[in-house]
């Protein structure tokens, strides 16, 4: 991820797409430790095996999409410390990216096929979100970080019992969204009208059935 700093327009936009390609097809270094080896490793049996790869997958594609959103958003802020905010926030977004992506290797397995679509997709929702207005753009981001809490702990409670490993990694995931979604908060954030987070749930819902298995 980019440090932060102050852009144009045009900067912007190819800071933009230079972090989509790190996203997909670099990659991404953590800034912090991976929680995850603080575990253990144990051998599961492939349907546990399976089943948190799938999990992890879908964390994986959920951290690709964070990405783009809070870049497409970054792009589009119009107060500098809005964007500062949401740099911030990818930067540690990239770790849960970097974590999430070693897991899947250690799980003998692979991100999803569709990550430039989903890319691709949550980019352009974000820079729309960021259209707005700054009030607008961070309420997204506490719907986005609430949503994301919500999946995270569903995948703690659904992991395989032995997986300690990913287990620790999402723990961590967890306490940084819910931080990132009380920054928001205190930065200004609008509530974002009902239709709007029914949509979003549901392209989660989406996303999250189809990146488990592809």
Known sequence: MTAIRHLDPL?????????????????????????GLAEPEVVLDPPERRHAAGLMRINHTGEVCAQALYVGQAAVARDPATRDHLLAAAQEETDHLAWCADRLRELDSRPSLLNPLWYAGSWLIGAAAGLRGDGWNLGFVVETERQVEAHLEEHLATLPAADARSRAILAVMKQDEA????????????????????????????????????
């Open 11 to 35: 900067d912007r936009l190819l800071d933009s797409a230079q972090n989509a390609l790190v996203t997909l097809l670099g990659r991404p270094r953590a800034a912090r430790c991976n929680p």
């Open 179 to 214: 931080r990132h979604a009380d920054h928001a908060l205190k930065a200004g954030a609008r509530r974002l009208p009902p239709p709007i987070p029914a949509l979003m749930a549901a392209t989660s819902r989406l996303m999250k059935a189809v990146a488990y298995r592809i």
